[in-house]
C-alpha cells in the first residue's frame, strides 16, 4: 500500500547556488524506476524486490499520463473530480506522490519505468544528449540521429522479464508508437495493441487485464503534456484535456476485474515560463553562455552543457555566475554523486558517463535556458519540465482496487 500523506510532500526550498542543496529523486524508495519492479514483486516474478510499499496483486495495470504532475493535478479538482477522489485525505489512506526523477522529461521518465533503472543506469539521461562515440547530440525522444537502440540501452524491460516468468503483459497504446526505438528499449514485452482513441485504450487494457490470471498492462496518454507545452497549464485546453484524463481514468477504474490493481501516474510534471528575458535566458544570443561551449543539449529547464576540450571548469564557472539564482549548476561528477541520476554515490554506467554534460543545470522558479536557433520550436514553448523543482519531480501514483 501506499504510504499516506495528508499535506503535500516537504522538498527543500531553493538555494540554487549551491547544487548541494537541490533535491534530489527519491530512487530506490518512491521513483518511477521503483514502480513496476514493486509490481511485478508482488506477483511473483523472480529476482525484484522494492521498497515501494504497494500491496500485491495478480493482475495490474498502470496508466501513465503524460505530464500530468502532482501539484497541477491537486490545483484543478474541479476538472478532475475522480483522479481528485484519490488523492490522499481522512477518507482515502493512498494516493501519495512519487518522483520521475532526473530530468524529469519523457524520454527519460518512460525508461525509468519500463526498465526498472535509473537514469544513470539505462542511459536516456535527458531530452538530448551527446554520444560520445560520435560527437552528434542525440534526441532521445525522436531517435535521431539514429542509434541503435539495444547497444544505447542494453537492458532487458521489466515487462520482458515478467512475461519471460509467465505473466499476460500487454502495452496499449496509439499505433504509431509500436515501432519506436523508445517503445522498444523502455515499454516492449508481451503483446502490443494499438488504438487511436483515448476510450478504446481504456475498454482494451480492461479486456487485456482480465485475460489472464496475472496479468500486467501499460497504457499512456499523450495530449495532456502537449496541451501543456503549446497552451500552458493555465490555459483552457490544458483544462479541458486534464477533464478528458479524468473521465478516462474513472472508464478504466469501472471495468476493472476481480483481484486487479489499476495505478495512475506521469512522467513529469509542468511548470509555465513567462516571456521575456528575464525567464528566458536565450544561449543563442548570450555570448557569456556560448563561451566555450562546443554543444548545447537537454531542454530548457534541464540542460547538459559539453564544454570544448580544456574549457569544462570556465563554463562550470561562467553559467554559475551567469544563473546565480535561476539554477543548479553542477559539473558532472557532482552532479553524479549529488544523486541526480540515481542513488547518491552509486555512480553511472560507464556506457553513460560521457552522455552526461560537463556541466549539468536544473532550472530553479519558473525560467528557463532556450536557444531560439537551433531550437526555435523547444523555445517557444510556454509549458516546460525537466528539473528538479517539486512541480516537475512529483508525479501522482493513485491507486484503485478491486
Given at each position: ?102 530530468p524529469s522529461t519523457t524520454a527519460t521518465s518512460l525508461a525509468s519505468v519500463g526498465t526498472g533503472l535509473v537514469p544513470g543506469a539505462h542511459g536516456l539521461p535527458g531530452y538530448s ?55 522498444k528499449i523502455a515499454l516492449s514485452g508481451g503483446t502490443f495493441l494499438g488504438q487511436l482513441s483515448g476510450e478504446d485504450r481504456m475498454d482494451l487494457a480492461a479486456q487485456r487485464l ?193
Open positions: 500500500m501506499v504510504q499516506p500523506t495528508t499535506t503535500d510532500p516537504a522538498w527543500p526550498e531553493p538555494a540554487p547556488l549551491d547544487p548541494r542543496t537541490a533535491p534530489v529523486p527519491k530512487y530506490g524508495d518512491a521513483s518511477l524506476a521503483d514502480l513496476l519492479p514493486a509490481i511485478v514483486a508482488g506477483q511473483g516474478v523472480p529476482g525484484f524486490t522494492s521498497r515501494l510499499p504497494l500491496d500485491p496483486a495478480d493482475r495490474v495495470c498502470v496508466f501513465l499520463v503524460d505530464g500530468m504532475g502532482w501539484e497541477i493535478l491537486r490545483a484543478h479538482p474541479d476538472e478532475a473530480p475522480f483522479l481528485t477522489s484519490l488523492l490522499p485525505s481522512s477518507a482515502n489512506r493512498t494516493g501519495a506522490p512519487i518522483t520521475s526523477g532526473f544528449a551527446l554520444d560520445p562515440d560520435t560527437g552528434a547530440l542525440m534526441n532521445q525522444l525522436r531517435w535521431q540521429p539514429w542509434t541503435d537502440p539495444y547497444v544505447w540501452q542494453p537492458y532487458p524491460t521489466v515487462f520482458q522479464l515478467a512475461h519471460a516468468a509467465g505473466v499476460e503483459t500487454c502495452q496499449v497504446s496509439a499505433p504509431h508508437f509500436e515501432h519506436t526505438p523508445l517503445t482480465a485475460a489472464a490470471d496475472r496479468s500486467l498492462v501499460y497504457t499512456y496518454y499523450a495530449d495532456l503534456d502537449g496541451n501543456g507545452h503549446r497552451h500552458g497549464v493555465d490555459s483552457d485546453a490544458w483544462r479541458g484535456q486534464l477533464m478528458y484524463v479524468d473521465r478516462l481514468a474513472q472508464r478504466l477504474a469501472e471495468q476493472l476485474p476481480p483481484r486487479s490493481a489499476l495505478y495512475v501516474t506521469a512522467d513529469h510534471g509542468m511548470v509555465d515560463v513567462p516571456a521575456g528575458p528575464d525567464a528566458r535566458f536565450d544561449f543563442d544570443e548570450d555570448w557569456e553562455l556560448r563561451a566555450g561551449v562546443a554543444v548545447l543539449g537537454g531542454e530548457g529547464r534541464a540542460r547538459h552543457v559539453y564544454a570544448v576540450p580544456g574549457a569544462a571548469s570556465d563554463v562550470y564557472a561562467v553559467w554559475r555566475e551567469v544563473l546565480a539564482e535561476q539554477a543548479w549548476v553542477a559539473t558532472r561528477d557532482e552532479a553524479i554523486e549529488l544523486g541526480w541520476f540515481g542513488p547518491p554515490g552509486a555512480g553511472v554506467d560507464e556506457r553513460v558517463y560521457g552522455r552526461i554534460g560537463d556541466v549539468v543545470v536544473a532550472m530553479s522558479g519558473d525560467s528557463a535556458i532556450i536557444a531560439t536557433e537551433t531550437e526555435p520550436k523547444e523555445s517557444e514553448l510556454i509549458g516546460m519540465h525537466g528539473s528538479v523543482t517539486s512541480a516537475e519531480q512529483f508525479v501522482p501514483l493513485l491507486e484503485v482496487r478491486t
